[in-house]
């Protein structure tokens, strides 16, 4: 199961599970590379969900085994994009300490604060589309992301570069004409 629909507020879940699921989807998300996202804040999420998944940071430390000296891989808590910009070692020492800042904050606490993070990341709630141009005599891709607010274009440029591009944003009530043929949309 996958999220269709973002809430502006994910974190104002009442249910409990429903806040868990979205949790769990969304930090899928981030770990995929499918959000744009800062090494800070990759970093500080990875350190929200260490909480949300094992507790305490000195508990977590007291009870690993004197066989392992590393009780997670920064592999599993950060995207790969951010993960190739710094070594495994910096991972490593800055995701514990960052962890550890957040002792006494229950499981569900970090899952509301590691929700109100990502949902003020550039890329929340835009489901990205790819989409080819006919010109005459050549084909150009492009990306294009729907989100509740806008409609997001991305040209072919940035479709090389993974959606990475300054995007053009066209506000939904500046849209006169959308019209849909087969498996065409025209905007």
Do not use: C
């Not at 990306?143 to 274009?153: D, E």
């Amino acid at each position: 199961l996958a999220v269709k629909f973002y809430p502006p507020a994910p974190h104002k879940f009442v249910n409990p599970v429903t806040r868990l699921q979205f949790f769990l989807n969304i930090r899928s998300l981030v770990l995929d590379g499918s959000f744009q996202i800062s090494k800070e804040t990759a970093f500080e999420l990875a350190a929200l969900s260490l909480q949300a998944d094992l507790g305490d940071y000195y508990d977590t430390r007291d009870k690993i085994t004197a066989g392992s000296n590393q009780y997670f891989d920064p592999h599993n808590y950060v995207p790969p994009e951010v993960m190739s910009a710094v070594s495994y070692q910096y991972a490593n020492k800055e995701i514990p300490m960052l962890h550890s800042k957040l002792d006494d904050m229950s499981q569900n606490e970090a899952i509301i604060r590691y929700l109100q993070i990502s949902s003020h990341l550039p890329d929340y709630g835009v489901h990205f589309f790819e989409v080819t141009e006919r010109n005459s005599y050549e084909v150009e891709h492009a990306s294009i992301g729907v989100s509740l607010q806008a409609v997001i274009l991305y040209g072919k440029s940035a479709a090389a570069k993974n959606r990475r591009g300054e995007p053009q944003r066209v506000p939904w009530n500046k849209i006169m004409n959308l019209s849909y043929k087969n498996k065409t949309f025209v905007l």
